[in-house]
């Protein structure tokens, strides 16, 4: 099964508000998470990504929070725009044991996000 | 450059026969994975292949599913006796060499099994 879940299936937020989508985790070894994007009728947009050895990462507009004690990944986007609607995925990697890191990502079912103007 | 390009955008068969799907990777990323995506969920990962690696097949669903990658460039998702449960979007990534490395994904092709 899916070791990786979201907290809330759907958001909507106003325009110009911050949006913050919220990601669990349960493998404490997983070293690497991404944020992904995915607008309806296309593939997953990358947006940021966050090794195991940080807490915060910015990028434009958009913050990624792990918190490693609780296995929570969150994703912040401020000012949020309608372009932001999309469905939002976590995803981990779990490295193997020796090792090197396992040939696929973990993802969530998903975060819809909804902008309304 | 250009992006991760799929072939076909959708693809409607009958219960039963079987398909094929194409990936055209990224000009020189090595690492190419296939994901499937039904309706409402998340990515599930299906098959890795790493330069001249023998392929990582572990989330093959069933022995109907094989995938190729030819010359270490384009591969080929095949679906051999198609079922309706097969119904997704199936998914292609492409990364320069490995899992940390970003993917870049593919538009997807919509499979629709009758």
């Known amino acids: 099964g899916e070791s990786v879940g979201l907290h809330l299936p759907t958001l909507s937020v106003q325009e110009g508000d911050n949006s913050i989508i919220n990601c669990a985790y349960s493998n404490s070894a997983s070293d690497y998470f991404i944020w992904y994007k995915q607008e309806s009728g296309k593939g997953p947009q990358f947006i940021i990504d966050?090794?195991?050895?940080?807490d915060k990462r910015q990028g434009q507009r958009v913050t990624v929070l792990l918190n490693k004690t609780v296995k929570h990944l969150s994703l912040q986007i401020a000012a949020t725009q309608p372009g932001d609607s999309a469905v939002y995925f976590c995803?981990?990697?779990?490295?193997?044991?020796?090792?090197?890191?396992?040939?696929?990502?973990?993802f969530g079912k998903g975060t819809k996000l909804s902008v309304k103007p | 450059g250009a992006g991760v390009s799929q072939s076909p955008s959708n693809k409607v068969t009958e219960k039963g026969k079987d398909v094929e799907l194409r990936c055209d990777p990224i000009s020189g990323h090595t690492a190419l994975y296939w994901y499937r995506q039904s309706l409402g969920q998340g990515l599930e990962f299906l098959i890795y292949?790493?330069?001249?690696?023998?392929?990582?097949k572990s989330g093959l669903p069933s022995d109907r599913f094989s995938a190729e990658r030819t010359g270490g460039s384009v591969s080929t998702l095949t679906i051999q006796r198609t079922q309706q449960e097969d119904s997704a979007v199936y998914l292609c990534?492409?990364?320069?060499?490995?899992?940390?490395?970003?993917?870049?994904f593919g538009p997807g092709t919509r499979l629709t099994v009758l």
């Open positions: 966050i090794r195991s050895n940080m």
């Open positions: 990534a492409s990364s320069y060499n490995r899992v940390l490395d970003t993917q870049y």
């Open positions: 292949f790493q330069g001249n690696s023998a392929p990582d």
């Open positions: 995803a981990e990697n779990v490295p193997l044991r020796g090792g090197g890191s396992q040939g696929n990502l973990i």
